[in-house]
């Protein structure tokens, strides 16, 4: 396992640990921050592994933080005037 994907093992853990944590703002400050620090991350994967593995761990970082694209998706869907 290269260190890239250790890294993204690694935000995955701490993603699962910030949620189980109680939180007085539904972890929004949490999620900001884990989006911050895993774009850094997802960039790297792609760089050492190629973007099909680079998809693969973008999806699984959709899957943790589905609020944040859900309400991104429906941001866009306002935009776009649907």
């Given at each position: 396992?290269?260190?890239?994907?250790?890294?993204?093992?690694?935000?995955?853990?701490?993603?699962?640990?910030?949620?189980?944590?109680?939180?007085?703002?539904n972890?929004?400050?949490?999620?900001?921050?884990?989006?911050a620090?895993?774009?850094?991350?997802?960039?790297?994967?792609?760089?050492?592994?190629?973007?099909?593995?680079?998809?693969?761990?973008?999806?699984?970082g959709?899957s943790?933080?589905r609020?944040?694209?859900?309400?991104?998706?429906?941001?866009?869907?306002?935009l776009?005037?649907?």
């Amino acid at each position: 396992m290269n260190l890239s994907i250790a890294l993204a093992a690694l935000w995955g853990i701490a993603a699962n640990v910030l949620a189980m944590i109680p939180s007085k703002d539904n972890h929004w400050t949490r999620a900001y921050i884990l989006i911050a620090v895993g774009i850094p991350i997802l960039g790297y994967v792609t760089l050492q592994n190629g973007p099909w593995i680079g998809l693969i761990v973008m999806a699984a970082g959709m899957s943790v933080l589905r609020w944040p694209v859900i309400y991104l998706g429906r941001w866009v869907r306002r935009l776009v005037g649907h």
